[in-house]
């Protein structure tokens, strides 16, 4: 497409998709989900270093990127949304652009349409899944430049290589398990499409030969990306002991026990979860099944084995932890396939068609019944919400709501402190977690006085770090404690349902604090005054 047709459609699309979705950003405040990339990006605009100094589950993109907003714009949660809708409305466009490639126009612009619909109902705001599955739909744009009849130059090919490299590098530091699928569907295409004869007729050993030189390449454009950030992350002190709980101990041996969540019981939504799974799998099966055949347009296979993988290989997030937000890599892939896998073979009749044209239908009714009832909501209480973000007075929640309580009890918190106070925003019991109010922190303008502000089960409720908390509240004395209590009686058909018996943290809290307010669900606890300074009796907090 010309350049001078491609910047006015780009432009059109983008800008459509943000006003679909300016509605929602007035709904109220993420207090967990939210709240930790706030509070992230507020502890690295305050110096603090990912890992080093603060619990992070994700690589440090996110919070980074709105870390830098914040340094350029100020402190705001408006700002980290519009930054937000931008990107779901990149991922639209980027999917409208892949899926040109495998049909029609008219087809790629029901995709990016159903994209947009489907992404605009997400209360997840700072969700890293955005800018990495984003950086990963980008990436492959470039890497499937030489799969639409056009043969660029070796200059050209190894340009783009590189750039696409640096898409799923960018993508990994948002999400390394979606950026590394990334990674291996880029690969997938260069080898099977490389098998395929793309290089040209010749030996079968100059063709892996070809795909060898191009994967190093498009591996050294991810390295560009990660191995300076690595280097930095290291070169702060960060421990490697630390780096493997985070990335590696958590996430494989803890995480599914206690966050997993199981697959739904009712039939429509076991079939709205179990189609687009349906479709990134067919998608791939049929990119696989023509390796060894020329006679299929490889413009529109080459894209549907990439995305086909993606959507393959987030299955076991999506479907550990079933839920809307934990199934975006794998609906955006499916409905951006969805019109090429729909075109029939040449010469088929209305028999074929028909039926294929009826299944696409009941895809998107399916997946988009959700987000078109979600958008009526958000335009039906636009004005409601925004008279409560015009009330609360909070100036990093500006044009926000939030819940009267927790305004209430920030408000107290920061009449009776300074900024730059420590403060720890724990929760009414640490022995049995399910979510926390990490936004509490950025909306009071405090230093997190431990180095976790995600309270997660299976990590807070373990004595060993119960006990490294006690220390740090030692060390660091804030004056006010802050008992977020509206999930103490919450629970889910997992392993946080039970109390772990560690109550370490809890008798801490009891002995060295008293309740001084109740605001709705928040207590805030004061320092008691007759508590030994550090050093003058034998006093060990963590025994």
Known sequence: ??????????????????????????????????????????????????????????????????????????????????????????????????????????????????????LGQFPNYGYA??????????????????????????????????LAGVGVGCSILFRHDLGLGAVCAGLAVLWVEGARGRVGAGPLTARVRKSRDETLWYLAGASAVILPVAWLIFAAGTPWGRLKEIFFDFPFRVYPQVRALPFPAPLLERLTAALPAAVVLAGLLRALAATGR??????????????????????????????????????????????????????????????LLLCGAAVLFLTLRGPWANQVYNLGSLPVRRALAMTHGLARARWVPLEHSQVEAVKSVQGSSRPGDPLFVGLGRHDKVLSNDALFYFLAGRRCATYYHNLLPGLVTTASVQREMLEELRRERPQLLVLYTGSDAEQEPNRSRFSSGVTLLDEGIRRDYARSRVVGIYEIWERKKNRPADGETGYNPAL
């Open 294 to 355: 020329g006679d299929e347009d490889r413009r529109r296979l080459a894209p549907m084995l990439a995305l086909g993988l993606l959507g393959v290989l987030a299955f076991p997030q999506a479907y550990t932890r079933f839920g809307q937000p934990q199934q975006i890599p794998v609906v955006v892939p499916a409905l951006t396939i969805l019109p090429g896998l729909l075109v029939p073979p040449a010469g088929s009749g209305i028999r074929r068609r028909v039926p």
């Open 1 to 118: 497409m010309p350049l001078k047709r491609f910047l006015p459609l780009a432009a059109i699309l983008v800008l459509l998709s943000v006003l679909w979705q300016v509605p929602g950003v007035f709904r109220q405040a993420g207090m967990y989900d939210e709240g930790l990339i706030l509070v992230g990006a507020d502890r690295i605009l305050n110096g603090e270093m990912p890992y080093r100094d603060f619990w992070n589950t994700h690589p440090p993109g996110q919070i980074s990127v709105v870390a830098l907003l914040f340094r350029l714009f100020g402190p705001s949660i408006m700002i980290e949304r519009l930054y937000d809708i931008l990107v779901r409305a990149g991922i639209a466009f980027a999917a409208f652009l892949l899926a040109r490639r495998m049909g029609s126009r008219a087809g790629a612009l029901v995709v990016w349409a159903a994209v947009t619909v489907y």
């Open 129 to 162: 899944t955005f800018p990495a599955l984003l950086c990963a739909l980008a990436a492959f744009l470039p890497l499937l430049a030489g799969h639409d009849g056009l043969r660029p130059t070796r200059g050209a090919r190894r340009r783009n290589l590189a």
